[in-house]
């Protein structure tokens, strides 16, 4: 549980790490779990020799459940950490790309080549409802028609 904490930073958890330091913490994760797995699946004798005194209910050896245990820590076990990697990956460069979005947006440029449109006065916010947006020949307290003429 607490190897995953980082990974998945349940709330209230905050990292105090950047985001994409999880991917080599997941990588070197699997690297080791691929050398144990590959001792165990490639070894030609039983790694912890008190295997070899239990019982067998089967008609497998100590090796081969030994191989077979390893290659199912190896695939599978390798896919988790992976997967979650792979997980990590997409999310850091969505975030950096909208970052970098925003960071276009506000500064002005447009999108894909195209041109940027006029700017809101930073009097008249983007948001503002409709009776703060007053044209700038009409005053406040006094009607359009009133203005006009």
Aim: hydrophobic fraction near 50%.
């Amino acid at each position: 549980m607490m190897f995953w904490r980082p990974v998945i930073l349940a709330w209230p958890a905050r990292s105090s790490w950047p985001r994409w330091t999880v991917i080599p913490y997941l990588l070197l994760a699997d690297l080791q779990n691929t050398v144990l797995a590959a001792i165990l699946t490639l070894s030609d004798r039983v790694i912890y020799p008190a295997y070899l005194t239990v019982p067998r209910t089967g008609t497998i050896t100590a090796l081969e459940d030994q191989s077979v245990a390893g290659v199912i820590m190896w695939v599978p076990g390798s896919l988790v950490f992976l997967v979650a990697a792979v997980g990590v990956v997409m999310e850091t460069l969505g975030a950096r790309g909208q970052a970098a979005l925003q960071g276009r947006l506000v500064e002005g440029e447009g999108l894909a080549g195209t041109q940027p449109g006029p700017r809101c006065s930073p009097a008249f916010p983007a948001n503002a409802p409709p009776s703060v947006m007053l044209s700038a020949a009409e005053e406040p307290g006094t009607s359009r028609a009133e203005n006009r003429g």
